[in-house]
Antibody, heavy 123, light 113 residues
Framework: QVQLVQSGAEVKKPGASVKVSCEAS????????IHWVRQAPGQGLEWMGK????????SYAQKFQGRVTMTRDTSTSTVYMELSTLRSEDTAVFFC????????????????WGQGTLVTVSS | DIVMTQSPDSLAVSLGERATINCKSS????????????LAWYQQKPGQPPKLLIY???TRESGVPERFSGSGSETDFTLSISSLQAEDVAVYYC??????????FGGGTKVEI
């Protein structure tokens, strides 16, 4: 079955960077976009950006431009999200999510979610 | 950016009764070329990631119970739960995918018994 398995919780100091991984299985890794969605404690969902695992192209929300980098390793079917210059407001659960449709359709509805990775930013 | 506004923020519904959640977009998410509304609904139970319920505003994802239904067009949408069950206690989010940069979600509606 389709699975997205994320790396474990992290605690970081302000100004540091964090890199979260998301290993995909159960489907053709290069055929579906992977997105990252952030959820601050007790808050709603915020889209951060996406990566095409096939070619590696990315698109980021303007809010995160310059601070976020999404990469992939096709040999391990893993996507990475690195967020730099962390501040306390970045404390959140980060989810990787898979598009329901193939990349060629450029339609973004999320049919599979990772379990989430809690990143805590605290001095 | 397309702003998604949900109402109410929370609602309490008796078991077996109907729950109705509203979602309004700041601009139309109806694509005229295919007459489809680019609107999805998700359910998030406590401590879990969200789960896709509905896309194209009214198409249920495989395995989603028939008591969940979506309706609406252009800027005004509704998620209905026809007969609330205990396992439906969750926060529900709408999401537009008409404009992919950025994709945006509503603020969420908490459904309680």
């Amino acid at each position: 079955q389709v699975q997205l398995v994320q790396s474990g919780a992290e605690v970081k100091k302000p100004g540091a960077s964090v890199k979260v991984s998301c290993e995909a299985s159960g489907y053709t890794f290069t055929s579906h976009y992977i997105h990252w969605v952030r959820q601050a404690p007790g808050q709603g969902l915020e889209w951060m950006g996406k990566i095409n695992p096939g070619g590696g192209s990315t698109s980021y929300a303007q809010k995160f431009q310059g601070r976020v980098t999404m990469t992939r390793d096709t040999s391990t079917s893993t996507v990475y999200m690195e967020l730099s210059t962390l501040r306390s407001e970045d404390t959140a659960v980060f989810f990787c999510v898979k598009d329901r449709w193939l990349t060629g359709y450029d339609l973004h509805v999320f049919d599979q979610w990772g379990q989430g990775t809690l990143v805590t930013v605290s001095s | 950016d397309i702003v998604m506004t949900q109402s109410p923020d929370s609602l309490a519904v008796s078991l077996g009764e109907r729950a109705t959640i509203n979602c309004k977009s700041s601009q139309s998410v109806l694509y005229s070329a295919n007459n489809k509304n680019y609107l999805a609904w998700y359910q998030q139970k406590p401590g879990q990631p969200p789960k896709l319920l509905i896309y194209w505003a009214s198409t249920r994802e495989s395995g989603v119970p028939e008591r969940f239904s979506g309706s609406g067009s252009e800027t005004d949408f509704t998620l209905s739960i026809s007969s609330l069950q205990a396992e439906d206690v969750a926060v529900y989010y709408c999401q537009q995918y008409y404009s992919p940069l950025p994709l945006t979600f509503g603020g969420g509606t908490k459904v309680e018994i």
